[in-house]
């Protein structure tokens, strides 16, 4: 049973024009939404992540953008840029216990010229 | 620099054969994790580990074994019971189990069935 459906699948974006990925979630104990980017060949990284008292959290030129009452959460990369080129995860986890992050199925972002 | 290191970046196992992938942290980090990836699947969760000595399945956990007898080290093999092991592996370690969104992940082992 998937617990969190991301999309889309594959993305191509104009160079400066905004990045939109979308994750929706089951599970309502869910209590901590990080997004990953991973660069081919290299282990994910860290790059925002978002509690659910918070609707909106930015950081540079990626914001994250959640509904709690939706069970939804987005990734906006701003201004994109060709070095953004990556595959973008989105996950959640719950926090306190021995738990794990439970991953969307990942977004394939090309940053065109 | 600290960070976690994964070794080797390609294996190639025959039909049968029981292969090792070594995963080695200088963070401190107390948990460690290890995670397959397949196309189009994301990271699902094989085994991981809170502690020296002890270590939970995760979700895919057939067909693997760890093993956690020093803090920095945390290998996986994959057995001949795995019926498809062809994929990535990551590992990743976060500072406490609790604090498990934030993890570091190793560069990464490509396994490849021949």
């Known amino acids: 049973q998937q617990q969190v459906k991301q999309s889309p699948q594959s993305l191509i974006v104009q160079k400066g024009g905004i990045s939109i990925i979308n994750c929706a979630y089951e599970?309502?104990?869910?209590?901590?939404f990080p997004w990953y980017q991973q660069f081919p060949g290299k282990g994910p990284a860290l790059l925002i992540a978002i509690r659910p008292d918070v609707s909106e959290k930015k950081e540079g030129r990626f914001t994250i953008s959640f509904n709690k009452s939706a069970k939804q959460f987005s990734l906006h990369i701003m201004d994109s840029q060709p070095g953004d080129s990556a595959t973008y995860f989105c996950?959640?986890?719950?926090?306190?216990?021995?738990?794990?992050?439970?991953f969307g199925t990942g977004t394939r972002l090309q940053v065109t010229l | 620099d600290g960070g976690i290191t994964q070794s080797p970046k390609y294996l190639f196992r025959k039909e049968g054969q029981n292969v090792t992938l070594s995963c080695e942290q200088n963070l401190n980090h107390d948990a460690m994790y290890w995670y397959r990836q397949d196309p189009g699947q994301g990271l699902r969760l094989i085994y991981y580990?809170?502690?020296?000595?002890?270590?939970q399945k995760g979700d895919i956990a057939e067909g693997y074994s760890v093993s956690r007898e020093k803090k920095e080290s945390f290998p996986l093999t994959v057995t001949s019971a795995q019926k498809n092991p062809t994929a990535f592996y990551l590992c990743a370690s976060t500072e406490r189990a609790y604090r498990v969104a934030e993890a570091f992940f190793g560069q990464g082992t490509r396994l490849t069935v021949v």
């Open positions: 996950a959640a986890s719950l926090t306190g216990t021995a738990s794990k992050l439970t």
């Open positions: 580990s809170q502690i020296v000595n002890d270590f």
């Open positions: 599970n309502t104990a869910f209590d901590y």
